[in-house]
């Protein structure tokens, strides 16, 4: 008997997971839907365009325009030269949004609407030209009050 010291030759045959794969590609890509729903805009907002048909409710609507930003049609703070005007705080959050925010979801939860399926869910409606830092910084104080899923507002075609 020979001891041997060759490599042993092993194939894989990908075929089966490739199936795999592609079927695990369908259902998400079939689980995964844009939504869309008429909101009143603000003067001098302009979304991007998207071509989705699907239906929405929205739960909380934050508007940033080149102004200033609302939640809910309440002014919450002001926006000059594409950057938030005030400080924000040390875990760099925009304070009066967070504020408004965390109360809308004690509300919420006290009138029992806290436990909803989209309970965390924010619909934003940003300019076009809004600064991805402001944006960014949105989301980040969204996400501290408790409101995880965002969707973004844009214009159908």
């Given at each position: 008997m020979s001891g041997g010291g060759g490599t042993a030759s092993v194939?894989?045959?990908?075929?089966a997971l490739m199936d795999i794969l592609s079927n695990l590609l369908f259902f998400l890509l079939a689980a995964y839907t844009a939504q869309s729903v008429e909101v009143d805009g603000k003067a001098g907002l302009k979304l991007p365009a998207s071509s989705s048909q699907l239906a929405l409710t929205?739960?909380?609507?934050?508007t940033v325009t080149k102004t200033a930003i609302d939640v809910s049609g309440v002014p919450v703070a002001n926006v000059a030269e594409g950057a938030i005007v005030g400080d924000l705080d040390a875990n760099g959050r925009i304070?009066?949004?967070f504020e408004r925010l965390k109360n809308v979801r004690v509300s919420?939860?006290?009138a029992g609407r806290g436990d909803l399926g989209e309970s965390d869910l924010v619909l934003l409606l940003a300019d076009k030209e809004?600064?991805?830092?402001?944006?960014s910084t949105v989301?980040?104080?969204?996400?501290?009050?408790?409101?995880?899923?965002?969707?973004?507002g844009v214009v159908s075609r």
């Open positions: 194939a894989l045959n990908l075929t929205p739960q909380v609507t934050i304070g009066p949004l919420r939860e006290a809004t600064d991805a830092r402001t944006i989301l980040r104080t969204a996400g501290y009050a408790g409101f995880y899923n965002v969707r973004f």
